[in-house]
């Protein structure tokens, strides 16, 4: 079903937000009873939010997030502190319904779709809570050794942001009104790492973090497969199929096409942390666009993290040290976003309320 997609008619298909109802929620949030734009960014949130569904009443109440999974190659050079069968345990986890982001979801009524994008194992939904939400996309058993060569094929990375833009897709169709994107894989700092000094732009020792907490030797082998990967492999950091398909990871391109079906549908998706903005960043560099539809969920502790995210012009709604993964800063945000429009929505206008704005 995959190759029925034509991934550059989405790209080109894509247009950017309708300035014309960004006016008409400032206009509204002018009216409210209450200084001007008293609840800072609030207000900003609600009203993209407007521009991004075309109306003055938007909702967000059915939410979900896509968990994408995926193993990585590079895990062998020693650049994680866990290891690589921690990713497959972590699924089961999440059908469980037992990990971080399961927890915080049920706080903000979220779905959460867990997706193989390329882990190792091969498995089955389990019974319990969220059995039933297991998606298997699996492109592969997880990518090669950017670190020796390209972590996949252009068409296993075309295949992996065709997947994801599909998944989101059908879940718009559905129903649901936001997106998060969420990531597991041992090792996939050291890809998104990668993606994001490529395409950004901004130097290896500013961008490669610790990740899941590995000391300084384990830094120091990141940054050095980070260097070999980049040297070897050349990415173009105007393609984002090559950066994708030479440096990346099956869950990031998972994560593109979640991004780029946001845009295309016209709905709003909350980023999460690094791996996710690596995504993002692959989405933007094909199709800049994709900018007018994203929110930052938080800002990651992970060292480049706010680079990537001035890149995108995206300033993050919270900032609270977090650096797990999963979605779970995505996911707290949604419910940010939810009071935002809760504010647009349910506070009266001056004219409303009979009080008058006038000295």
């Given at each position: 079903?995959?190759?029925?997609i034509d991934?550059?008619k989405?790209v080109?298909d894509i247009k950017?937000?309708?300035a014309?109802w960004?006016e008409?929620?400032r206009e509204?949030t002018?009216r409210?009873?209450m200084?001007?734009r008293?609840?800072?960014?609030?207000?900003?949130?609600?009203?993209?939010?407007?521009?991004?569904?075309?109306?003055?009443?938007?909702v967000?109440?059915?939410?979900?997030?896509?968990?994408m999974?995926g193993d990585h190659?590079?895990?062998t050079?020693?650049?994680?502190a866990f290891?690589?069968?921690v990713?497959?345990e972590?699924?089961?986890t999440?059908?469980r319904g037992g990990a971080?982001?399961?927890?915080?979801?049920?706080?903000v009524d979220?779905k959460?779709?867990?997706v193989?994008m390329g882990i190792?194992?091969?498995?089955?939904?389990e019974?319990?809570?969220?059995?039933n939400r297991?998606?298997?996309?699996?492109?592969a058993?997880?990518?090669a050794n950017?670190a020796k060569g390209?972590?996949?094929t252009?068409?296993?990375?075309?295949e992996?942001?065709?997947n994801?833009?599909q998944?989101?897709a059908?879940l718009?169709?559905?129903?649901?009104?936001?997106?998060g994107t969420g990531?597991m894989?041992?090792?996939?700092t050291?890809?998104?790492?990668?993606?994001g000094?490529v395409?950004t732009?901004?130097?290896i020792?500013?961008?490669v973090?610790?990740?899941?907490g590995?000391?300084?030797?384990?830094?120091?082998r990141k940054?050095d497969?980070?260097r070999?990967g980049?040297q070897?492999?050349?990415?173009d950091p105007?393609d984002?199929?090559?950066?994708l398909?030479?440096?990346?990871?099956?869950?990031i391109g998972?994560?593109?096409?979640?991004?780029?079906?946001?845009a295309?549908h016209?709905?709003p998706?909350?980023i999460?942390g690094?791996?996710?903005?690596?995504?993002?960043?692959v989405?933007?560099?094909l199709c800049?666009?994709?900018?007018d539809?994203l929110f930052?969920?938080?800002c990651?502790?992970?060292?480049g993290?706010?680079?990537?995210?001035?890149y995108l012009g995206?300033?993050?709604?919270?900032?609270l040290g977090?650096r797990?993964?999963?979605g779970?800063g995505?996911?707290l945000?949604?419910g940010?976003?939810e009071g935002?429009?809760?504010?647009?929505?349910e506070?009266l206008?001056?004219?409303?309320?009979?009080?008058t704005?006038?000295?």
């Amino acid at each position: 079903m995959a190759k029925d997609i034509d991934l550059e008619k989405i790209v080109k298909d894509i247009k950017p937000l309708d300035a014309e109802w960004i006016e008409k929620a400032r206009e509204r949030t002018a009216r409210l009873v209450m200084p001007p734009r008293a609840l800072g960014r609030l207000h900003e949130i609600s009203e993209r939010l407007c521009g991004i569904r075309k109306t003055l009443k938007p909702v967000i109440n059915r939410k979900a997030v896509l968990v994408m999974a995926g193993d990585h190659g590079v895990a062998t050079e020693g650049v994680s502190a866990f290891p690589q069968e921690v990713t497959g345990e972590m699924v089961k986890t999440f059908l469980r319904g037992g990990a971080g982001i399961n927890a915080i979801c049920r706080h903000v009524d979220a779905k959460v779709w867990v997706v193989d994008m390329g882990i190792i194992p091969n498995l089955k939904p389990e019974p319990g809570d969220g059995g039933n939400r297991f998606l298997d996309r699996k492109v592969a058993q997880g990518t090669a050794n950017l670190a020796k060569g390209p972590a996949m094929t252009r068409p296993a990375a075309q295949e992996s942001i065709i997947n994801g833009f599909q998944l989101a897709a059908e879940l718009f169709q559905n129903g649901i009104e936001i997106l998060g994107t969420g990531d597991m894989g041992i090792g996939n700092t050291t890809p998104s790492a990668a993606v994001g000094t490529v395409i950004t732009g901004t130097n290896i020792d500013e961008m490669v973090g610790r990740g899941t907490g590995v000391d300084d030797q384990g830094l120091a082998r990141k940054r050095d497969a980070v260097r070999s990967g980049i040297q070897i492999n050349q990415p173009d950091p105007k393609d984002g199929l090559d950066v994708l398909s030479k440096i990346g990871g099956f869950e990031i391109g998972g994560i593109a096409g979640c991004v780029l079906a946001g845009a295309f549908h016209s709905r709003p998706v909350v980023i999460d942390g690094f791996i996710s903005t690596a995504g993002a960043l692959v989405a933007h560099a094909l199709c800049p666009q994709v900018a007018d539809y994203l929110f930052a969920g938080h800002c990651s502790e992970e060292l480049g993290h706010r680079a990537m995210l001035k890149y995108l012009g995206l300033e993050p709604i919270l900032d609270l040290g977090m650096r797990l993964g999963e979605g779970t800063g995505g996911a707290l945000a949604m419910g940010i976003m939810e009071g935002a429009l809760r504010v647009f929505n349910e506070v009266l206008t001056f004219e409303e309320a009979g009080v008058t704005d006038k000295e």
